[in-house]
Every structure is written in C-alpha cells, then in structure tokens.
C-alpha cells in the first residue's frame, strides 16, 4: 500500500491506492461526519455503501466515477444511512446491489461470509462480522492491506448494538477482526463513519478493552441498585451527550442479555 490520504476535518476524499471515500451529506451524533461511501477499484469499481436516498450525493458520487463502470454495489449492513441511496444509485449506473441481507438486493447474487468479489484485477474478501446489526460484513482489501468495516468499528467512538444485533456475536466479531489484522498485516481500517485509522491493532484492542469495561460498568451499576436499562444508563452513560441516550439503552438492552445468558 502505498500511503494513505486523510483530509483535515473530514474523511471526505480519503483514500488508499485502490479505495476513495466520497462522504454523505447526513452528519449527525450517531453518523458523525456522515456515511462514507467507499469506491474500489480503477476503470471498473466497486460501490460499497451508498448511504441514503440523497441525490445530490448520489449525482456527485456519479459524477465523480466519470467514464468508470460500476460492476457492483455492495452493502455491508441494511441500516438506512448505509443502504437506502442503494436503489436509486442501482438504476443510475445500472449494477446490481449485493448483500447479506436478501432484502437489501438487487439482482441474483447476495453476499456472505467467504465470498471473493473481483474489480479490475483486485479482490474484496467478504468477512461475515455479525453483531452491530446481524448482516453486518466487512471487506479486506488485501492490495491496500485495508478493511472496510462499515459500523463495525467507527473512526471514532465506539458503535452501538442495534435491536437487530447482539452483544455475543460482537464480541466474537472484534476477536475475529483482531486475529485477522495481526495475521493479515492490516494497515488500515476504512470505517463507515469517520476518519481512517491507521493503527487497526490498537483500534481493535480498544474496542475489545471498551466493551469489557462497559460490562464492568454495568455489573456494578446493578449491585448498586439500577435495574432497568433506563437507570443503567443515567449511571454508566453520565458523561454521555443525553441526546444519546436512546441508543444507549439498546446498547444496554444488548448487555444485560449478553450478561444474563453467562
């Protein structure tokens, strides 16, 4: 890999040899600068996550390719910040749009783990890293020595459980990615939201160390009389922006279930 590019302030246009980010105009606490849309490859590309139903930024997106040929559209999770510009983006460029979910598809293929998916000359290996949301994928671009980890690890800040995830399968998830960087030699991880991190071990090992402190948290929090996720929250999440609240019940919710289930 021959370097990365980070903008100051924003992700928009960061970049590795073989991977560009153009960024969605949707910032917002729990999206951060906004979804990054993530493009692969060279003549042909590959579109990973073309965030919501925006049109400007899809015809900026459009605009941006040129005479390039979009092959596919891939979606590492059906969450709407992620997804919902898929369709749309699908008939402009006309490509089919593949993922693990079969109702965020547009054509014949899905998308799951194992999977190698070809660009001009370049492979994208498909990760199933279930547990921010149960389809979530990430994809190792192994010409770039980067990962593309949509939700799963943020350029900032931790991610949340959402209702369709779960807190076990998270976990075994970060330990995956974990091995998989050490073995891999990863370089970089591509996030769906922030900037990119250029050191994917530590990342790594902060989230891990981050959920086993929150878990911590919450045990006592519990020994301390808090019973329902609500009072969890006031306790755990004090210093936590109470706009964030709400999200970070469902993140409790999911390790009260994680915690009960030992």
């Known amino acids: 890999m021959s370097g990365l590019y980070i903008p100051i302030g924003t992700p928009d246009g960061s970049r590795t040899e073989h991977a560009e980010n153009l960024l969605a105009p949707n910032p917002s606490l729990m999206t951060l600068d906004g979804t990054n849309t993530w493009l692969i490859g060279g003549d042909e590309v590959v579109v990973i996550d ?37 369709g749309r983006f699908a008939r402009m460029v006309k490509a089919p749009v593949r ?63 959402a209702r369709d995830g779960g807190l076990s399968d998270y976990l075994r998830t970060l330990d995956r990615l974990r091995a998989a960087a050490e073995s891999l030699e990863a370089r970089a991880l591509l996030p769906g939201h922030g900037p990119v991190l250029a050191d994917p071990i530590g990342a790594l090992d902060g989230y891990i160390a981050h959920r086993r402190e929150r878990l911590d948290q919450i045990r006592a929090a519990r020994e ?14 004090a210093d936590v922006d109470r706009s964030l609240w709400p999200a970070a019940e469902m993140s409790v919710l999911a390790q009260l279930d994680y915690l009960d289930r030992l």
């Open 50 to 86: 073309p965030g919501p139903d925006d049109e400007s930024h899809l015809r900026r997106v459009q605009e941006h390719l040129g005479e390039r040929r979009v092959t596919e559209i891939l979606l590492t999770h059906g969450h709407f910040d992620h997804s919902g510009g898929a």
């Open 99 to 161: 993922a693990l979910d079969p109702r965020h598809r547009l054509g014949e293929e899905g998308l799951a783990d194992g999977d190698v998916v070809t660009v001009d000359g370049l492979e994208i290996h498909v990760y199933g890293t279930p547990g921010h949301s149960f389809d979530s994928l990430c994809f190792w671009l192994p010409q770039d020595l980067a990962m593309l980890t949509g939700d799963t690890i943020l350029g900032r800040g931790t991610t949340i459980i």
């Open 224 to 237: 301390q009389g808090a019973r329902t996720p609500r009072e969890i929250v006031r306790v755990v999440y």
